[in-house]
């Protein structure tokens, strides 16, 4: 009977222990969804789309890439803090956006709390750029033209609070310039309305927003970052051509869960998307759109997200932006 019981004890204490490896081998057993909360041809939906034929074969699942716009991105955000915990309904989207909601807007979901990360994937700068017909041809000229012209300088953004939508208010109240901020479903869309001539200027996403100065239908003025881009290296970073210190904007890109997912799931979602990303092609083709590669571990994009919605807090605070 004690032997009996110690080897009920053992086989107990080897099942529990043995319980997690079983979950992550089950999984996944179904197709998988990658959440794109803005419109076709944004810096989400183009990394997805690049990652989605690897990481359907590395998971050997479907994953499928679909895109729930509104509410500045929050509908797509909110349906994943709603999904059971499984690890199949995911969002990508830019962390810079949602981390900054909690401080212009109302949200159904605690950004801090309710999402465990999969990863900080890929940072790249906002670009500011023009209309090419628009009579300014650098960051001084669309500065003075601004002052010349209180109110009459207007920029099309990703949506309102969006990280594009602070990075331009931060950029005018920094100056103190009057600029008129008109909203989008999302950063294709403020390209195309800055493209066809209905809107000025924008800040927006480098990887969406580079191949349009490249083929002439945006005139680029300025990068966000610390330093100059290689792809675009005779463009100036807005703090030296503004002569604003600490410039620094951008998209930060990354991958959420609900609450709860199970640690070896983000492990497993983690290692799949962090081999993918380091590709050849793949990583070639992230240098190229301008994407730098973060890919922070799970508990260390969680750690991140949660500073970055502090930080954001003060920024607008100090900077006294108002979002209507």
Do not use: C
């Not at 209309?131 to 500065?143: G, Q, S």
């Not at 100036?236 to 604003?244: F, Q």
């Not at 890109?253 to 380091?278: C, H, N, S």
């Amino acid at each position: 009977m004690r032997r009996r019981h110690l080897l009920g004890a053992v086989a107990a204490t080897a099942t529990g222990l043995a319980a997690p490896a079983l979950r992550a081998q089950a999984w996944p057993a179904k197709p998988i969804r990658i959440l794109i909360p803005f419109a076709p041809g944004g810096t989400s939906d183009i990394l997805a789309r690049l990652l989605q034929p690897y990481l359907q074969s590395a998971l050997g699942q479907s994953v499928v890439v679909e895109n729930r716009t509104g509410a500045n991105g929050n509908i797509a955000v909110d349906m994943v803090a709603k999904s059971p915990p499984d690890g199949y309904t995911l969002v990508l989207t830019d962390l810079g956006n949602l981390t900054i909601s909690p401080s212009v807007m109302k949200l159904p979901f605690d950004v801090a709390k309710d999402f465990n990360a999969v990863t900080v994937l890929a940072y790249s700068p906002h670009l500011l750029a023009v209309n090419p017909d628009r009579p300014y041809k650098t960051v001084a000229e669309l500065i003075a033209y601004a002052k010349a012209n209180p109110d009459k300088l207007n920029y099309a953004t990703a949506g309102i609070g969006s990280a594009p939508h602070l990075a331009g208010a931060r950029f005018a109240h920094s100056l103190g310039l009057k600029i008129a901020f008109i909203p989008m479903k999302g950063g294709a869309e403020a390209i195309q309305q800055v493209v066809g001539g209905h809107a000025d200027a924008l800040f927006n996403g480098m990887i969406a927003t580079l191949p349009h100065v490249n083929n002439g239908k945006l005139r680029g003025l300025a990068v966000s970052s610390a330093t100059r881009s290689a792809l675009a290296p005779d463009l100036p970073t807005v703090s030296e051509a503004a002569g604003l210190k600490d410039f620094v904007t951008g998209s930060w890109q990354g991958f959420l869960a609900a609450k709860g997912t199970p640690p070896e799931i983000l492990e497993r979602l983690y290692v799949e998307i962090d081999k993918t990303a380091k590709i050849g092609e793949v990583a070639a083709r992230l240098r190229e759109l301008g994407a730098n590669p973060v890919l922070y571990k799970p508990a260390q994009s969680d750690t991140w997200r949660a500073e970055e919605v502090e930080n954001w807090a003060k920024v607008v605070k100090d900077t006294g932006i108002k979002l209507e």
